[in-house]
Structure formats: C-alpha cells, structure tokens
Nanobody
Framework: QVQLVESGGGLVQAGDSLRLSCAVS????????MGWFRQAPGKEREFVAG????????SYADSVKGRFTISRDNAKDTVYLQMNSLKPEDTAVYYC??????????????????WGQGTQVSVSS
C-alpha cells in the first residue's frame, strides 16, 4: 500500500509563488513515477507535471511550462511542485499521484494507482 499526503496550498495573489509537497509512505523502497494533477470545480482532473523514478526526466502541461517546476527528494520520500507567477486560472485542488506500473511519465489520471487527498490553491486577481 502507498499513501500520499499533499501540503502547502493556500490563498495567494496573482504573481505570487507557492511550493506544494507530497509525502509518500508505504512501499518507499520503490521510487515510483509521480505526477501532479489539478481539478477546478465542474472540470475534469487535468495533468500538471510529472517526474520519472530517478527525477532525471520531467514533463509539464503547456499551461504551466516555464512557471512550475516538479522535483523529488527520494531520500526524504517527498515530491515537490514549485509554482511561480501564479494566475487566477491556476486555482484548483492539487493532487499528487503515484504510478505503480513503473512506466515512463504518463499524463492520464486513470493511469495512476494511488492518490493523495488534495490541497487547495486559490489565486486572487
């Protein structure tokens, strides 16, 4: 079993920065490909960023490229999402997820096995 817990969300002004953290527990002897997703009210859950098992490869949605950075510290069993230049359209609940298939970075929510409960990010204009 793998458990994920997100933290670091909050209410900020447009242009501000936040760093989200995802603590991983359970089968931490395995480093899984990890993803960040977000879901706004009334919308589908969408891919934000992904990172490979070693952290050597990353992938980003076009909407956040150049503003967000995903990273991981496997020694601390933690994945991060640094969010800069936040915009009101970034407002959503942000979730981290682990891909138990140990594949390359994937972008569909249905392809991930374990999910955190989410953390709210609200950006005012």
């Amino acid at each position: 079993q793998v458990q994920l817990v997100e933290s670091g969300g909050g209410l900020v002004q447009a242009g501000d920065s936040l760093r989200l953290s995802c603590a991983v527990s359970g089968r931490t002897f395995i480093s899984y490909p990890m993803g960040w997703f977000r879901q706004a009210p009334g919308k589908e859950r969408e891919f934000v960023a992904g990172i490979s098992r070693s952290g050597g490869s990353t992938s980003y949605a076009d909407s956040v490229k150049g503003r967000f950075t995903i990273s991981r510290d496997n020694a601390k069993d933690t994945v991060y999402l640094q969010m800069n230049s936040l915009k009101p359209e970034d407002t959503a609940v942000y979730y981290c997820a682990a891909d138990g298939s140990l594949s390359g970075i994937r972008m569909r929510a249905e392809e991930y096995n374990w999910w955190g409960q989410g953390t709210q990010v609200s950006v005012s204009s």
